[in-house]
């Protein structure tokens, strides 16, 4: 039986006048922060298991190749959780210092590092996955910012909120490895 795991973003596509559906949805009248769990039947339907409360919406997940945890970004913070066969999820720690808030994130092949991709802190960092699952201190973070001197053209006006620094949107380790990472900016 597979599992789905999916994130609670907050309602922000339907509140923000420049979005898609602004307007075209009326926003919840309450929104769950958490990790909704679902069940994928042999039918291809996906039931609802039940929802993980969290203290924060949840941006992205990640799953380590083996060790049966999953990793949870959001409200400036890294989540560990260990799966169970019934789909339920147990806290196994929480990452606070050096994770930013998180846009993007992605577990090595070997299931020794964790990339962080901090779109509004335009940073990205490296940390350890630890052997009991849990998330080490951040080893490494680089500001993602243009080369001195660089000039850039004049900034579209409906775009300036995006356009004024850099902002990482997601971080992936290259394909069979990690050799090398690939960083997009928005």
């Known amino acids: 039986m597979a599992f789905i795991y999916v994130g609670s973003s907050p309602a922000a596509q339907v509140t923000i006048k420049n979005s898609p559906i602004f307007g075209k949805l009326d926003p919840p009248a309450v929104q769950k922060m958490g990790i909704q769990v679902l069940r994928r039947t042999a039918a291809g339907v996906m039931e609802s298991v039940k929802f993980i409360d969290v203290d924060t919406h949840i941006d992205w997940l990640s799953a380590h190749p083996s060790n049966g945890c999953i990793y ?3 409200g400036a913070s890294v989540f560990a959780f260990r799966t169970s066969a019934d789909g339920s999820l147990t806290p196994v720690g929480c990452r606070r210092d ?16 964790l990339l962080v991709a901090n779109y509004p802190d335009s940073t990205i960092t490296s940390l350890p996955i ?6 080490g201190p951040a080893a490494d973070s680089k500001h993602h910012a243009p080369i001195k001197g660089t000039v850039f053209p004049e900034l579209h006006a409906d ?17 069979g490895g990690a050799r090398w990472a690939l960083v997009c900016d928005l």
């Open 130 to 135: 630890l052997a009991d699952g849990s998330v």
């Open 98 to 113: 050096g994770c930013g808030n998180a846009a993007h994130m992605d577990v090595s092949a070997d299931g020794g590092w």
């Open 72 to 74: 949870a970004c959001g």
């Open 159 to 175: 775009l300036a909120d995006r356009q004024e620094c850099s902002h990482p949107h997601q971080i992936r380790f290259s394909p």
